[in-house]
């Protein structure tokens, strides 16, 4: 973690420290259930496939901010092969190109993000419970480890390490 990353993490606890929530998450539930398409209405597969291979100013958090919108709607909808808030004859059959990944469908994209948290060990565990609304207690050391699985699960393309190797490389501390 660099230390511009450690000052900005300071100020958030210190401006927030009366709402734990904000403090420390990069993303939170409320956030997840909130995203929309760049057209402001409810997001198709091909929307998730774009916004997950995002580059520039602002994309790392709306690739965390997908993968957290994928847990929170992973039990109620995709798993059972329902996108949320389109009707099941609106539901595209596939998310566009073949480029955008090998994610064709919504059931696919539930096995993916299932399979993404489940290799963060223990931080994915924690990461899971909270975006499905479990009740965690945010403290500065759990909203690190939610933050590290989210952010590892993030994103288009499967990393090629294994998220402890990952941690080590990025300098954090593997729980």
Same mark, same amino acid.
């Given at each position: 973690?660099?230390? &511009?990353?450690?000052?900005?993490?300071?100020? %958030?606890?210190?401006?927030?420290?009366?709402?734990?929530?904000? *403090?420390? $998450?990069? =993303?939170?539930?409320?956030?997840?259930?909130?995203?929309?398409?760049?057209?402001?209405?409810?997001?198709?597969?091909?929307?998730? &496939?774009?916004?997950?291979?995002?580059?520039? %100013?602002?994309?790392?958090?709306?690739?965390?901010?997908?993968? *957290?919108? $994928?847990? =929170?709607?992973?039990?109620?909808?995709?798993?059972?092969?329902?996108?949320?808030?389109?009707?099941?004859?609106?539901?595209?059959?596939?998310?566009?190109?073949?480029?955008?990944?090998?994610?064709?469908?919504?059931?696919?994209?539930?096995?993916?993000?299932?399979?993404? =948290?489940?290799?963060?060990?223990?931080?994915?565990?924690?990461?899971?419970?909270?975006?499905?609304?479990?009740?965690?207690?945010?403290?500065?050391?759990?909203?690190?480890?939610?933050?590290?699985?989210?952010?590892?699960?993030?994103?288009?393309?499967?990393?090629?390490?294994?998220?402890?190797?990952?941690?080590?490389?990025?300098?954090?501390?593997?729980?």
């Amino acid at each position: 973690m660099t230390l &511009a990353h450690r000052v900005v993490r300071a100020i %958030k606890r210190f401006l927030f420290r009366d709402a734990p929530e904000f *403090a420390g $998450l990069d =993303v939170t539930r409320d956030e997840a259930i909130l995203l929309l398409s760049q057209t402001g209405t409810a997001v198709t597969p091909a929307d998730i &496939a774009s916004m997950s291979k995002a580059k520039g %100013k602002g994309a790392k958090q709306l690739r965390m901010r997908v993968a *957290a919108w $994928l847990i =929170v709607h992973y039990e109620e909808s995709l798993r059972n092969g329902y996108w949320p808030e389109m009707s099941p004859d609106k539901i595209p059959t596939h998310s566009g190109h073949v480029s955008d990944g090998w994610f064709v469908n919504q059931v696919d994209w539930a096995i993916e993000i299932s399979y993404r =948290v489940s290799q963060c060990g223990g931080d994915g565990e924690l990461c899971w419970r909270y975006y499905r609304g479990e009740p965690v207690e945010l403290t500065p050391g759990t909203c690190e480890r939610i933050n590290r699985a989210l952010l590892y699960c993030a994103g288009l393309y499967r990393r090629k390490i294994t998220y402890k190797m990952w941690c080590q490389q990025g300098g954090y501390v593997h729980s």
